[in-house]
């Protein structure tokens, strides 16, 4: 799967991908459900329409929250919006929940404003900060070593050419613009064939990954997830690549009681009483059709789990598939 989070710009509308096969799977939907992605609202409207008492929409972001006066008109106290992390889900839901969905990585809306930083196709400030707080990429790019700046986009990026592009980011630093990133990430690399995704596309991704702590929140937002839903509560997940859905789909397999060995010689895993059920041993990914009608869908996986009623038993995240590094530059002396 090609590392970007999602593919770049377009004019399309904002559409929430894998909305339909998402309903359909959770269907009948009733009760309390929460959004802990709020974006532009679309899993929220669907999840209100097909039956939802409520959803609580939550984001991180504040200014998803000024174009929501539509939604919160339409659907008045059955719609309530909170600013979070979803990392906390459980504290902002307050009450047991019916259901859970996540979208995870930028949304649409953030990658087309350009003065939001996340992309490398327009000019903006170095910002890709999904909230308002905390150090944005221009800190971390101008302050890391040239081995941080390689381990993160190795890790987060899985790009091969980390060390000669670290190198080339320290050679001219500082950095205050996107463009200018992205051309120096550029010029470390072959000239793309038709069809192959920009240059800095997995830089990019790393280094936005790193600034919102992106994996630390995705494995919190699980946890509180479980501790959350009620039995019979439904969590469901969309990622858009491959590093994600490592993390969801091992996070899920644990705790269904479905982890398997390595191999034959590995210790045989101890059974554990299973905190959820899987509603679909493989992802459900787009159809032709959707892909076609919204190209940003191509990568998109849908993973869903039904809550059982077993008590929470403390969780092995070194298992999890969480990809490093550790966030030295965040760290103060």
Not at 65 to 78: H, I, K, M, V
Not at 140 to 153: M, P
Not at 215 to 220: A, M, N, P, R, V
Request: proline fraction near 8%.
């Amino acid at each position: 799967m090609a590392a970007a989070s999602r593919p770049p710009e377009n004019d399309a509308p904002h559409v929430s991908v894998l909305i339909d096969p998402l309903i359909e799977a959770v269907s009948p939907v009733s009760g309390l459900w929460l959004d802990g992605t709020f974006g532009a609202g679309g899993y929220a409207r669907r999840l209100l329409e097909a039956g939802a008492e409520t959803v609580i929409g939550v984001d991180r972001d504040p200014s998803a929250f000024t174009l929501a006066a539509p939604l919160t008109e339409a659907y008045g106290d059955r719609l309530r919006l909170v600013e979070g992390r979803f990392s906390e889900l459980d504290q902002h839901a307050g009450e047991p929940l019916d259901g859970v969905v996540l979208d995870l990585g930028v949304s649409s809306m953030q990658l087309d404003q350009a003065e939001r930083g996340f992309s490398f196709l327009r000019d903006g400030p170095l910002d890709m900060r999904m909230g308002g707080d905390g150090p944005s990429a221009a800190d971390l790019v101008n302050s890391a070593t040239e081995a941080e700046l390689a381990d993160i986009l190795y890790h987060y990026g899985e790009e091969r050419a980390s060390r000669r592009i670290a190198r080339a980011i320290i050679a001219v630093r500082p950095f205050h613009n996107t463009l200018p990133l992205a051309e120096a990430v550029a010029s470390c690399l072959p000239r793309p064939r038709p069809g192959q995704i920009h240059p800095a596309t997995r830089a990019f991704q790393a280094i936005r990954i790193a600034v919102n702590d992106e994996f630390g929140e995705l494995i919190s937002g699980l946890e509180a997830a479980e501790r959350a839903l009620k039995p019979g509560g439904k969590l469901a997940v969309v990622t858009f690549h491959s590093l994600e859905d490592r993390v969801v789909k091992r996070f899920l397999q644990a705790r269904s009681g479905s982890n398997a060995r390595a191999n034959r010689y590995a210790p045989e895993i101890e059974e554990q009483t299973a905190q959820f059920r899987l509603l679909s041993r493989k992802p459900i990914g787009p159809s032709d059709e959707e892909i076609a009608a919204n190209p940003r869908a191509r990568s998109a996986k849908l993973r869903l789990a039904e809550r059982t009623d077993a008590p929470i038993t403390p969780l092995d995240r070194t298992s999890m598939g969480l990809p490093g590094p550790k966030d030295w530059w965040k760290e103060t002396p």
